[in-house]
């Protein structure tokens, strides 16, 4: 079988003359017992006997299962196992992997990445939780420790690790976010943003409103997307941003194409729009706005031109950042949500400008229109599946889980029946009132019933109630 031990400080051959073994040059110098001899396993070294025949044992079991995992490859540092194997094994889309890349180099490493990965354990895991939640948010702590498992999931592939310590340790808890319900606009507020806007970016409320678009969706929409005889919109894209500030175009989020349905009065405002403020054609790279390395990349990413309906004051795609602080935080501000909190100086050109600083909850961002969206079809009795194709999430869950405090009167169906059961209490039929008086007098149609009924003037009946209440009526003597 393969493996063995191997002494390094004496010969295996005794001397014939003397019949014991010899020194080696190694005598006395480093650990005396080696392992050595098993395929795919790197040779051991250990100072007893005893500890080298166990460690033989437990390396031959382990890799006739294929379960074999040499402790010093899990000596290597959770930062250099992210920098040098796991990053650059990514192949994400540019959207992810910037808010990925942020995470874990201004999280993850500064925690935990001078730790070995086989010294990253249940003590470490938790104290890292707790200091991860001093630096952020649940929502952003919740995403990290994802990012954290997804890293030492990969270590467990890669043969660093035996186990993932985040599913081995039953005391380490990932953090949660706290759970916040949806919340929706009503028309007031909903109209009183929508004034405050630029009269070019007004249909970008309409389009967060009318169909549940999210922001980049509705940034990329263009102007053939909107099938006017269908009665249909369809959200084939989005307008993004890498790191570096690139534009580019991708699919929506989840990689899902779906169909809205276009409410004749959204596309008489379209329509209005299109007249006020054309169309403007752009050409942007699909995908990823990284040059193409080869032939394949090239056809991948590929640049796409759509005639965009929502564009800037000199015809260009709108930069999301510059839109929410110059544009949509000014209209909240003007509709009375928010106010600022400072001043920004500003230079264009020679002039300099005062520019207010606004600061905004998340929930009050372009994104609160799509929760809107999802309240008044809820509210109207719109099928939850059929609004979760046009979001397009995933599955009619997700729906559920973050619009079900949308649906009018949930759980009243249930409240209704419950009360109906203990209005008051069920009596139970006696037999002998079960029968009401005179009750043969009323099933007796024909002379031969009547004859069989004088006959029976002999007879003894036992009655006797059963067990679901009914009666049964036996006949004991003619």
Request: proline content about 6%; some cysteine.
């Amino acid at each position: 079988m393969a493996g063995y031990i191997e002494d390094r400080w004496l010969k295996k051959r005794p001397d014939k003359q003397t019949g014991k073994r010899e020194r080696t040059t190694l005598y006395g110098k480093g650990k005396r017992y080696r392992v050595k001899g098993i395929p795919g396993v790197q040779d051991r070294s250990f100072d007893t006997s005893v500890d080298a025949k166990h460690w033989l044992a437990t390396a031959k079991t382990d890799t006739r299962r294929g379960e074999f995992v040499d402790p010093r490859d899990g000596d290597i540092c959770l930062t250099d196992y992210i920098v040098d194997h796991w990053w650059p094994s990514r192949t994400d889309e540019p959207s992810t992997e910037g808010p990925m890349r942020s995470r874990i180099w201004n999280h993850v490493i500064p925690l935990l990445g001078e730790l070995p990965l086989r010294e990253i354990d249940a003590s470490a895991l938790r104290s890292f939780a707790a200091a991860l939640l001093t630096r952020v948010e649940g929502s952003t702590a919740e995403v990290t420790w994802g990012h954290l498992s997804s890293i030492l999931n990969s270590a467990v592939d890669d043969k660093r690790l035996l186990r993932n310590p985040i599913k081995e340790h039953r005391s380490v808890k990932p953090p949660r976010r706290t759970e916040k319900k949806a919340r929706a606009w009503n028309r007031s507020v909903v109209d009183a943003v929508r004034r405050g806007l630029q009269d070019r970016y007004r249909f970008a409320v309409d389009l967060g409103l009318g169909l549940g678009l999210r922001q980049g969706e509705a940034f990329g929409l263009g102007e053939e997307d909107f099938d006017f005889e269908a009665g249909v919109v369809h959200v084939r894209r989005q307008l993004r941003w890498d790191t570096r500030g690139r534009p580019y175009f991708c699919l929506p989020k989840g990689g899902k194409t779906r169909e809205v349905p276009l409410s004749p009065n959204l596309a008489a405002r379209a329509r209005h729009h299109f007249r006020r403020f054309p169309s403007t054609a752009c050409t942007l790279p699909w995908r990823n706005p990284e040059p193409p390395a080869n032939a394949l990349e090239a056809r991948q990413r590929k640049p796409i031109t759509v005639r965009l309906v929502l564009t800037t004051s000199h015809g260009n795609r709108i930069y999301y950042r510059t839109w929410n602080d110059r544009s949509w935080k000014r209209a909240l501000a003007v509709a009375g949500l928010i106010t600022a909190v400072g001043e920004k100086v500003r230079r264009d050109g020679g002039r300099i400008r005062r520019v207010p600083v606004y600061s905004a909850q998340r929930e009050d961002m372009f994104h609160v229109l799509r929760h809107t969206y999802a309240s008044v079809q809820l509210e109207a009795g719109e099928s939850v599946v059929s609004l979760s194709t046009w979001l397009g999430h995933s599955s009619p869950k997700i729906t559920l889980d973050h619009y079900a405090h949308f649906m009018p009167g949930a759980g009243k169906r249930g409240l209704d029946a419950m009360d109906a059961w203990l209005e008051r209490e069920r009596q139970p039929i006696l037999p002998e009132k079960s029968l009401p008086a005179g009750w043969t007098k009323k099933i007796i149609p024909n002379p031969q019933v009547r004859e069989l009924i004088a006959s029976g003037a002999s007879m003894k009946v036992k009655y006797k109630e059963t067990a679901r209440g009914g009666l049964a009526v036996n006949i004991i003597e003619c």
